[in-house]
């Protein structure tokens, strides 16, 4: 039986939970996962992975794996008003030879990259998957950290524990003093409906962004490039929104999508709103960022989006979980022994990455200016990826995400 020190609880198990369990595994941990969620695999939005990332999963020996289940998204096209596009943004080759595109290297929906993460997880006898359980309280000790699950009430102990339980984490809350949990969440004036339609021919290979006045737009990707029978969608509601803040059901939620998005014009107003009737893993969210003053206290650590979410207009979201949960992983198998100094280190590691990622253009304002209140703002957004489309001028920058400037460590993972 492994003792409190070798055991450690992850609470949540997407991305950064089941890739943190897959590496403290290997440094010879026993790790216990705690996913609030009965459906183990939530179809969710698509995500990217890039940049250093793309090594991470490399080195897990699942790069294969992931791009097999890619979504076969080859570009980006701009909608008018009945639905046609007036502007495509593909790919191309440069004169080096090198492919450019507005897509990242892998585009893949987070069921599908979560399930591949968690499966390469549970390869190891290390790792234990408890589904529907979550966490209702953490007591720290200067030796460890006891957790209450809210499903059964039974307390265990745990060397150090891992938030990784994204945006509105959770263990933050139980874990960090209430002033630096308040302060840390900044709302961006925007809220989107994900959710999945029925398959259309003209749903693939490109992206279709459809935008209407007062901050509205609809975006539809293709899911996947093997049996595309669903597509993606999301509602986006650019502006303030005091119902939506405050709003936690569905139904109420659908209800006010609806009125907001009920003269969208064209085909595509029609589809979505009835797609989203009767969609049954339509979930909302507020575009935000976490801004966090220190990403661990105690023996209690985040990582990914309960850390330092940088919102979904970055791009990066899967990709720092992805990382941080690497490094924070080789960090705490480098020493042990000395919890607070890896925690140290891995911040120390990351933060500068981190705000580069969480950098928003032009004052942050770039989702309000890309989502125009008014008629003429729609047009002049139309005008502007027209012409981009039609000079080819996007084909002479690289827009692909790089490394940001950051080298991934190489760390030994020995088991204990």
Same mark, same amino acid.
């Not at 022994?337 to 942050?364: C, N």
């Given at each position: 039986?492994?003792?409190?020190?070798?055991?450690?609880?992850?609470?949540?198990?997407?991305?950064?939970?089941?890739?943190?369990?897959?590496?403290?595994?290997?440094?010879?941990?026993?790790?216990?996962?705690?996913?609030?969620?009965?459906?183990? %695999?939530?179809?969710?939005?698509?995500?990217?992975?890039?940049?250093?990332?793309?090594?991470?999963?490399?080195?897990?020996?699942?790069?294969?794996?992931?791009?097999?289940?890619?979504?076969?998204?080859?570009?980006?096209?701009?909608?008018?008003?009945?639905?046609?596009?007036?502007?495509?943004?593909?790919?191309?080759?440069?004169?080096?030879?090198?492919?450019?595109?507005?897509?990242?290297?892998?585009?893949?929906?987070?069921?599908?990259?979560?399930?591949?993460?968690?499966?390469?997880?549970?390869?190891?006898?290390?790792?234990?998957?408890?589904?529907? !359980?979550?966490?209702?309280?953490?007591?720290?000790?200067?030796?460890?950290?006891?957790?209450? %699950?809210?499903?059964?009430?039974?307390?265990?102990?745990?060397?150090?524990?891992?938030?990784?339980?994204?945006?509105?984490?959770?263990?933050?809350?139980?874990?960090? @003093?209430?002033?630096?949990?308040?302060? !840390?969440?900044?709302?961006?004036?925007?809220?989107?409906?994900? %959710?999945?339609?029925?398959?259309?021919?003209?749903?693939?290979?490109?992206?279709?962004?459809?935008?209407?006045?007062?901050?509205?737009?609809?975006?539809?990707?293709?899911?996947?490039?093997?049996?595309?029978?669903?597509?993606? !969608?999301?509602?986006?509601?650019?502006?303030?929104?005091?119902?939506?803040?405050?709003?936690?059901?569905?139904?109420?939620?659908?209800?006010?999508?609806?009125?907001?998005?009920?003269?969208?014009?064209?085909?595509?107003?029609?589809?979505?709103?009835?797609?989203?009737?009767?969609?049954?893993?339509?979930?909302?969210?507020?575009?935000?960022?976490?801004?966090?003053?220190?990403?661990?206290?105690?023996?209690?650590?985040?990582?990914?989006?309960?850390?330092? !979410?940088?919102?979904?207009?970055?791009?990066?979201?899967?990709?720092?979980?992805?990382?941080?949960?690497?490094?924070?992983?080789?960090?705490?198998?480098?020493? @042990?022994?000395?919890?607070?100094?890896?925690?140290?280190?891995?911040?120390?590691?990351?933060?500068?990455?981190?705000?580069?990622?969480?950098?928003?253009?032009?004052?942050?304002?770039?989702?309000?200016?890309?989502?125009?209140?008014?008629?003429?703002?729609?047009?002049?957004?139309?005008?502007?990826?027209? %012409?981009?489309?039609?000079?080819?001028?996007?084909?002479?920058?690289?827009?692909?995400?790089?490394?940001?400037?950051?080298?991934?460590?190489?760390?030994?993972?020995?088991?204990?």
């Amino acid at each position: 039986m492994a003792t409190t020190f070798q055991k450690v609880l992850i609470v949540g198990g997407g991305p950064a939970g089941a890739t943190t369990a897959y590496w403290l595994a290997q440094a010879g941990f026993h790790i216990t996962v705690a996913e609030r969620s009965t459906d183990k %695999f939530a179809y969710g939005q698509g995500i990217d992975v890039t940049g250093p990332a793309v090594q991470v999963v490399q080195k897990m020996g699942i790069y294969d794996q992931i791009k097999s289940k890619v979504t076969g998204e080859a570009g980006f096209a701009i909608l008018n008003d009945q639905g046609k596009a007036i502007a495509i943004l593909g790919t191309a080759t440069n004169e080096n030879g090198k492919g450019l595109s507005l897509t990242q290297e892998i585009e893949i929906m987070r069921g599908d990259i979560t399930q591949i993460l968690a499966n390469k997880a549970k390869e190891s006898d290390r790792v234990t998957y408890r589904y529907g !359980c979550t966490v209702s309280e953490l007591r720290q000790s200067d030796s460890h950290v006891t957790a209450i %699950f809210a499903n059964t009430e039974a307390t265990e102990d745990f060397s150090f524990v891992v938030g990784a339980d994204g945006l509105l984490s959770r263990t933050r809350k139980m874990a960090f @003093p209430p002033p630096m949990v308040e302060a !840390c969440y900044k709302g961006l004036d925007q809220y989107t409906a994900f %959710f999945s339609l029925h398959h259309q021919p003209e749903d693939a290979p490109n992206a279709r962004l459809q935008q209407a006045v007062r901050g509205r737009a609809v975006l539809i990707r293709p899911t996947s490039l093997a049996s595309p029978s669903k597509s993606s !969608c999301y509602m986006i509601d650019t502006g303030k929104s005091p119902a939506l803040a405050k709003t936690q059901s569905v139904e109420e939620q659908k209800s006010l999508f609806a009125e907001r998005f009920r003269d969208f014009p064209g085909e595509t107003g029609r589809r979505v709103l009835e797609g989203m009737w009767e969609a049954k893993d339509f979930y909302c969210a507020q575009s935000a960022q976490i801004k966090l003053e220190k990403w661990s206290q105690g023996r209690v650590v985040l990582v990914g989006d309960a850390a330092y !979410c940088p919102s979904p207009a970055s791009g990066m979201g899967t990709v720092l979980a992805i990382i941080g949960s690497y490094v924070l992983a080789g960090e705490i198998a480098a020493d @042990p022994q000395d919890l607070g100094a890896a925690f140290e280190r891995y911040e120390e590691r990351l933060r500068k990455y981190v705000e580069r990622a969480q950098y928003i253009p032009l004052g942050g304002l770039l989702p309000k200016i890309g989502n125009p209140q008014s008629w003429v703002g729609v047009q002049a957004i139309r005008f502007v990826f027209w %012409f981009i489309a039609w000079t080819g001028v996007w084909k002479l920058f690289n827009v692909k995400q790089g490394d940001g400037g950051f080298e991934l460590p190489d760390y030994k993972f020995e088991r204990r």
